[in-house]
């Protein structure tokens, strides 16, 4: 499940914007809000304890929080590249209708790749789930983006089909290369970092002009709810 489920996220995106066609974005928007409460509950809950529990307890706490400071920054900066696309908000992002998106693509797999790390600890089954629902609203964000400016659809499933490759690949790395199990603490803690990040971005983010909306707010309660339950 943890190579299987987030692959299976980009595929249903794909599939619900190639066919299904949703005319509004307002769903959409509500998985986001979802996604981001539910990313940071498991942050919190799972993530956090776990690395802070396994890490080499000689040395000071704030050589975890380095890490996880560094993984803000990481996000930061690939943000530049992806225009917010890990977070289904692509903001301005313009590419030619014949071009390849490289530089997203580029951005978009050192993200996913990083997220896949934490799952290659067997135990971690609640954090795979987290990040299927955090892939999900974000492949149909960028399926309807690059419909909407008129890429092929041939080059966009290509692009859904490697990107959704790129966790998978994170967890097969970080189980079978020595140098990475043995920086699995240190890997893991900079993910905080990311997750940290992209679900707080999401959840202030995705407040139209800061007006409370309720839906959003039940979808964000629900979303910490069924994280701490899980």
Known sequence: MNYFLPFLAVVLGWSVVTFLKPASQRYTKLLLSFSGAYLLALTVFVLIPEVYHQHDHTL???????????????QIVLEFFSHGAEHGH???LHTAHTAFPLSLFISLSIHSILE?????????????YGIFVHKL??????TTFFVNSGINKWKTALFLLFFSLMTP??????????????YHTELSAIVI?????????????????????LLKFLSVCVGFAVAYFT
């Open 60 to 74: 000071d706490f704030k050589y975890i929080g380095l890490f996880v400071i560094v993984g803000v920054l990481l």
């Open 90 to 92: 692509p903001g301005h």
């Open 116 to 128: 896949g790390f934490p799952l290659s600890h067997g135990h971690n089954h609640d954090l795979v």
């Open 137 to 142: 609203p974000v492949a149909i964000v960028l």
């Open 169 to 182: 690949s994170g967890t097969y790395l970080s189980t079978n290369v020595p140098q990475l199990i043995a």
């Open 193 to 213: 970092g990311i997750f940290l990040h992209i679900s707080t971005v999401i959840l202030f983010e995705n407040a139209e002009g800061h007006r409370f909306n």
